[in-house]
């Protein structure tokens, strides 16, 4: 996906190498059509379809494609490039989220702590103390004032916890049936902790990957909460702020920590793709190591869904330099929140941009961007 | 919850990878397909494709049902779905599917009221909820989703819901199994069997193949073991110049199917002369429609349907890559016309499908990959 132009150029030693190897191997047919295929994927990212789908929401392949085409196609500037969970300028971070649910309500939280929790989080993946949050509300004709006050009043407490306010604000209000009853959006502003430099570029062969717990929680909550399937599992969202637990990583590893993302829509596997992709490494998991809890491992197997795509509002992947792994993971473990916080991965050189997994039996397997959501198999 | 963590054992993995190694006859390649989607994503999944000796190649068969739509049915299927007061109703996997004119996602896009449901109940419920809407149930798969959505009807009858109909496509097995065989040029070994199909109609239907055709097939459960060990009794098989029906998945399939479950669906259901396959093309007394007696659950009768049929192209060699006649990259549309945004054929629609696999991953060879996750 990235497309930086100064990786694309070879060395000139390695030009006469090829230049010598060709006289003694003449690429194949196969080469031929590996390298057409090779090209097509570096160009230009182009939008397929005439009206926007579901799956352009999704976080995975339609959703970067639909960024790079149309948002970072008019806005482009050096700060959006990165295309990062928020933008550093100066001491500051900037985000901004929109929040969306159904059901509205939901065990272990709802819209209104979603909505702060997750703003924060992105300014704690900046490396930034979060400081003051604006939230836009667009409510649909009908929506009970009760359930209104229910959201505000979890807002209220989730800034509260988070130790930030909600400084303005905005509401608007459509027809019937124009909404989902609410839909919340919160930008936000963090003050950038010195010291942190953290980019997922910067990820290096041989850096410890680390998740801060175990993964899927919000996603398959949300899933079976909407009452579809007639499935029912003991089971909560993560949702949860965490500047605290990225405050407490940060100063005991300082700038070995190369980066930190939550590992929101698309999951963990989305992120790391991410990650593998900016920093050119590829990074391999081991998936005895990956926590994730009994409920969710049932719920996403009878399913046919993979749980390293499913969402987590308050879960991170940290990168962290291999001499300070263990320091990270008990940085994390101290706090509450990184209580089962365990070393999944590290990155690698090659194949560049890959994400590996070494499987519970023994084999390998490729984890790739989905194209849309992971959607329930029948075969 | 508990998983059957006996048919997940990396040691036990790891004898039978030594034990099949030394059944192969050296010098010999093996190609064996697998005929169900289930069995492919579980290869793909747990990564089985390290254990198995070089010299053999799994083929992903024809069994993934969602892939095996034609481009007309989805036509046909939007089609209704367009009509005014229809709810259609569909299996997730189905929703990303391409026809000629978008999928069901891009028709929903569109306005369409397309639902997800997990099974032909949900749909049912629906309708019963919805009784000014009319609700079709797009039903796909083979014999194992043929019996929900045969109950379905039956329901529906004794509930006497009359806004409920089923667009049938289901589609049979065996026919399927034998267009690929009857191919002469054929380059297959033996069959890893389907398993979910076969708790249905049995073992016996596959007799013809290790009878008539002289290969192997071992019906086989969807645990990473449970393949593997169905590869060591085929490569067994012809190790010792034996080709038989064996039911490795005895814990789930019966040797004569599911009778109850066969009698749903020939009360509600009948062979049709023939279907299209995306990929195989038409092929005879290979998939189900509803019979006269539930004309009124049946969307087909219901519904003025274009039945357009749109051609695969005829530069698209699925078919040849199904029976391992072709790898991927060399078929004529591969990467150019066909490629995971705007699939073609069958093995481009799933991820999981040969050609999309080799789209995305034939940069990495199973070398590579095997070195960069070795410790």
């Known amino acids: 996906m990235n497309t930086d132009p100064s ?58 494609t639909l960024i790079e085409a149309v948002f970072l196609e008019a806005f482009r500037n050096p700060l959006l ?31 209104g702590d979603l909505a702060i929790n997750g703003t924060v989080n992105d300014l704690a993946m900046c490396g930034a103390t979060p400081r003051h949050l604006t939230a836009s509300f667009i409510l649909e004709e009908g929506l009970p004032i009760a359930d209104l006050r229910r959201i505000t009043a979890s807002m209220a407490a989730a800034a509260r916890a988070a130790d930030v306010h909600i400084v303005t604000g905005d509401t608007k209000v459509v027809e019937n049936g124009k909404a989902d009853g609410c839909y919340i959006t919160t930008a936000g502003i963090g003050a950038l902790d010195r010291g942190a430099a953290l980019s997922a570029a910067s990820v290096t062969p041989g850096d410890a990957v ?32 965490l500047h605290d ?34 920093s050119r490494t590829c990074v391999v998991l081991d998936e005895n190591a990956v926590p994730i809890r009994p409920q969710v491992r049932g719920a996403c197997e009878l399913l046919g869904i993979d749980p390293l795509y499913v969402a987590c509002e308050g879960r991170m992947v940290a990168v962290v330099a291999p001499h300070r792994a263990d320091a990270a993971l008990d940085a994390l473990r101290s706090h509450p929140l990184g209580a089962d916080a365990a070393l999944i991965g590290r990155a690698g050189d090659d194949p560049p941009g890959l994400v590996l997994l070494k499987t519970c039996f023994g084999g390998t397997r490729i984890v790739d961007l989905l194209v849309g959501d992971p959607l329930p198999r029948i075969c | 919850m508990r998983f059957v963590d006996e048919y997940r054992d990396a040691g036990q993995a790891r004898a039978l990878s030594g034990q099949m190694a030394a059944l192969c006859r050296p010098g010999r390649t093996y190609k064996f397909m697998e005929v169900c989607g289930g069995h492919t994503h579980t290869i793909y999944k747990h990564g089985l494709e390290d254990y198995l000796p070089d010299a053999v190649t799994l083929i992903h068969g024809p069994g993934c049902p969602v892939c095996v739509i034609p481009m007309g049915r989805l036509d046909d299927a939007i089609h209704i779905a367009e009509q005014p007061g229809v709810i259609m109703a569909s299996f997730g996997d189905m929703m990303r599917v391409p026809g000629g004119r978008g999928s069901f996602l891009d028709a929903k896009a569109r306005g369409a009221d397309i639902r997800m449901v997990y099974s032909p109940l949900d749909a049912l419920k629906i309708a019963r909820q919805n009784p000014g809407k009319r609700v079709v149930f797009m039903a796909i798969g083979f014999e194992t989703t043929a019996p929900s959505t045969a109950m379905t009807v039956l329901r529906a009858e004794a509930e006497g819901i009359h806004n409920f109909s089923v667009f049938c496509n289901h589609v049979t097995i065996i026919p399927a199994i034998k267009a690929i065989l009857d191919s002469p040029d054929l380059h297959l070994d033996g069959f890893i069997g389907p398993g979910h199909v076969s708790a249905v109609i049995g073992c016996r239907p596959y007799e013809f193949i290790a009878h008539t055709y002289g290969k192997p097939l071992v019906v086989t459960g969807f645990e990473p073991l449970d393949v593997l060990r169905s590869v060591y009794q085929i490569l067994t098989q012809l190790a010792h110049g034996r080709s038989q029906v064996e039911n490795q998945y005895a814990r789930v399939v019966p040797w004569n199917g599911n009778p109850k479950a066969l009698n749903a669906i020939s009360r509600v259901m009948e062979l049709r002369p023939y279907f299209e396959w995306r990929g195989l093309g038409s092929i005879s007394h290979s998939a189900l429609q509803m019979t006269e007696k539930y004309a009124a659950y049946d969307a087909e009768r219901l519904f003025h349907i274009p039945g357009v049929r749109v051609a695969d192209p005829k530069a698209c060699q699925c078919g040849e890559v199904l029976k391992g006649v072709l790898k991927p990259w060399e078929c004529k549309v591969f990467g150019t016309a066909c490629t995971p945004e705007t699939p073609i054929g069958t093995c481009m629609v799933s991820s999981e499908g040969a050609c999309a696999a080799y789209y995305n991953f034939g940069r990495f060879s199973r070398q590579r990959v095997k070195e960069a996750t070795s410790p």
């Open chain 1, 7 to 64: 990786e694309e150029t070879t060395a000139p030693w390695a030009e006469t190498a090829v230049r010598e190897a060709g006289h003694l191997h003449r690429p194949t047919r196969e080469d031929q059509v590996l390298e057409r295929i090779e090209r097509a994927r570096r160009g230009k990212a182009r939008i397929r379809e005439e009206l926007i789908t579901l799956a352009h929401g999704a976080g995975g392949k339609a959703t970067h």
């Open chain 1, 81 to 111: 490039e990165p295309l990062a969970d928020g933008a550093v300028t100066g001491d500051l971070a900037l985000t901004t989220d929109a929040y969306v649910v159904k059901p509205l309500f939901f065990p272990g939280g709802d819209i």
């Open chain 1, 210 to 241: 680390i998740v801060s717990g175990p993964i899927g929680d919000h996603g398959m909550t949300i899933m079976l909460a909407r009452g579809e399937l007639d499935l029912e599992a003991q089971l909560t969202s993560d949702t949860a702020p």
């Open chain 1, 245 to 278: 637990l990225t405050a407490r990583l940060l100063a005991a590893c300082g700038d070995a920590v190369r980066c930190l993302r939550d590992a929101t829509r698309g999951g963990v596997a989305t992120v790391l793709n991410e990650i593998a992709a900016a």
